[in-house]
């Protein structure tokens, strides 16, 4: 059904879910959300699944024409939603009648918001996917970002919305908007190829994100890291958060619409659960990188992991469902229960 209609775009409004996975080997890159996190989140408050297509926006949100009657929620950076004029909150499930503007505004602390409907955004899926690759001109609205007059339509709803309206998220899944961003990284693969002091000086310096930071990388600015015979490499994969280090010596963090091989080395990789906050990071905003091992990243991503099983257990359990949710050899099993418990 016809969900909402674009009065004003804002500075960067596309549609994300999880991203596009098994195609790398051809070139595609995976794209998705920048912040999985908040994505995830906001999905799990109106009832889809975690992988649903929502709205990211950057900096400045769009003002929206609602419709139809919608349960809507906004997760993730600090943008001051209006609903008629009237503030709604943040992290929390609020109901939006046909007629009424939502309007988002520019983002106070942070950098990216998700804004998710039950019943998720309906656009093509292409490749497996639903997220919009800015680079190929594919996927999402058209391929671009989103503009003026363009309608957004999104599924059929599943439930009632006094079942979802309400529904918010504890203090322990806000985000901490902390003034320095701490990053864990796991060394290599090509930490070889840099000097003992280049890498002591990329885990003990500061940087700074700059102007040059989108959807594909973050350039960063700070003490230079040293090579040991030049940056370049025979070109290979580029998993999520790989930091290259070109001839310029300083640190490019790839991100959601990265390239799917590249030819400079990579010092290290941030690990998967942090990169929500760099996702979150403005031009000019400090990093530090500190070296975490291969184990305490994989313990890192389990606890990652169990925060959305919790946060899905919670909120169904206030509206008098238990959920069991197993983990048998890395596969996910859930059982709702009405009432009692099993």
Request: some cysteine.
């Amino acid at each position: 059904m016809e969900a909402f209609r674009i009065l004003q775009p804002g500075f960067l409004t596309t549609v994300q879910d999880r991203g596009r996975f098994g195609y790398q080997r051809y070139g595609i890159p995976a794209s998705g959300a920048m912040d999985e996190a908040s994505l995830r989140m906001a999905n799990i408050l109106v009832d889809n699944p975690e992988g649903a297509a929502a709205l990211e926006l950057t900096a400045q949100g769009p003002e929206l024409l609602a419709l139809a009657d919608l349960a809507v929620v906004i997760v993730g950076a600090e943008m001051d939603p209006l609903q008629d004029g009237s503030p709604v909150p943040l992290g929390e499930v609020f109901v939006i009648r046909r007629g009424e503007v939502l309007k988002v505004q520019g983002a106070k602390r942070g950098l990216r918001a998700y804004l998710a409907v039950h019943g998720g955004f309906d656009v093509p899926l292409v490749l497996g996917s639903r997220s919009t690759c800015l680079p190929g001109r594919f996927g999402g609205f058209q391929g671009r970002a989103l503009q003026e007059g363009d309608i957004l339509t999104s599924g059929p709803p599943m439930r009632r919305f006094h079942e979802l309206e309400g529904r918010r998220l504890s203090s322990a899944y806000h985000p901490r908007w902390d003034q320095l961003v701490k990053l864990r990284v796991v060394l290599g693969p090509q930490d070889d190829r840099f000097t003992q002091e280049g890498v002591e000086t990329f885990l003990s310096s500061e940087y700074k994100v700059m102007t040059e930071a989108d959807r594909m990388g973050y350039r960063l600015e700070g003490p230079p890291i040293a090579h040991r015979a030049g940056p370049d490499i025979v070109s290979d994969a580029i998993p999520p958060g790989a930091v290259q280090v070109p001839g310029n010596r300083q640190p490019v963090v790839l991100l959601a619409d990265r390239q799917t091989t590249g030819g400079y080395a990579k010092i290290a990789v941030v690990i998967r659960p942090d990169l929500p906050k760099l996702a979150q990071a403005k031009p000019g905003d400090p990093l530090h990188f500190s070296k975490v091992s291969l184990g305490e990243a994989y313990e890192a991503f389990r606890a990652y992991e169990e925060g959305f099983l919790r946060l899905r257990q919670e909120v169904e359990q206030k509206r008098g469902r238990k959920v069991y949710v197993f983990l048998v050899e890395g596969e996910r099993f859930q059982v709702e229960v009405e009432g009692k418990g099993l």
